[in-house]
C-alpha cells in the first residue's frame, strides 16, 4: 500500500480490499447456494424415482389390469354370442390388443424407472463428490477472504506505527 504525504493510507486502496472481500463472500455464499440448490434437486429426483413414480406406475397397472381383464371377459362373451349367430368379434380383439400394449407400456416404463434408479444412485454418488469439492472450493474462498482481512488489518497497524514514528504535521510540509 502507498502511503499519503500525511502518512494516512490511501483509503481507495484499502476500500479496493473490502470490495474484494466482500465479493469473496458473496461468491461463497452464491456457491453454496447453489450446492444446496443441487442437492434438493437431486433429492427431489431421487424421492420421485423411489416413492412417487412407483406408486404412480402401480395405481395405473392396477387400472389397466382391470381393463385387460374386461376386454378380455367381452371378447369371449362376444365369441360366445358370435357361435349361434354370425357377429364380428373384431371391436372386442381390437380393444383387447390395445388393452395388452397398455400393460405392456406400463410394464416396459416400471422396469426403466427401475433402471434409472439404479443409475441415479451411481450418478448420486459422483455428484456428492463433486459437491464436496465445490464446498472445499468455498471454504478456500473464505480462507482466502480472512486472509484478506489479516492483510488489511495488518496495513493499517503498520500505517499506524508509520505515523507514530514520523509525526509529521501537513504544516511542516
Not at 98 to 113: E, F, G, I, S, W
Not at 128 to 152: K, N
Amino acid at each position: 500500500m502507498t502511503e499519503q504525504r500525511d502518512g494516512s493510507a490511501n483509503i481507495r486502496e484499502l476500500e479496493a480490499l473490502d470490495r474484494a472481500k466482500r465479493s469473496l463472500l458473496e461468491c461463497r455464499a452464491s456457491l453454496l447456494l447453489a450446492v444446496a440448490e443441487g442437492y434438493s434437486e437431486v433429492q427431489r429426483m431421487r424421492n420421485f424415482l423411489a416413492e412417487e413414480l412407483p406408486a404412480r406406475l402401480k395405481s395405473e397397472r392396477r387400472v389397466l389390469q382391470r381393463r385387460f381383464d374386461e376386454a378380455k371377459a367381452d371378447l369371449v362373451r362376444a365369441e360366445l354370442v358370435r357361435d349361434g349367430m354370425s357377429v364380428s368379434c373384431e371391436t372386442e380383439r381390437r380393444n383387447l390388443e390395445k388393452a395388452k400394449r397398455l400393460l405392456d407400456r406400463n410394464q416396459t416404463r416400471h422396469q426403466a424407472m427401475k433402471r434409472w434408479t439404479e443409475r441415479l444412485e451411481q450418478e448420486f454418488l459422483i455428484f456428492q463428490a463433486s459437491m464436496q469439492s465445490l464446498s472445499g472450493r468455498a471454504d478456500d474462498l473464505s480462507r482466502g477472504s480472512e486472509h484478506i482481512e489479516r492483510s488489511r488489518n495488518l496495513i493499517i497497524d503498520y500505517l499506524q506505527v508509520r505515523v507514530k514514528q514520523n509525526p509529521k504535521s501537513i504544516d511542516e510540509q
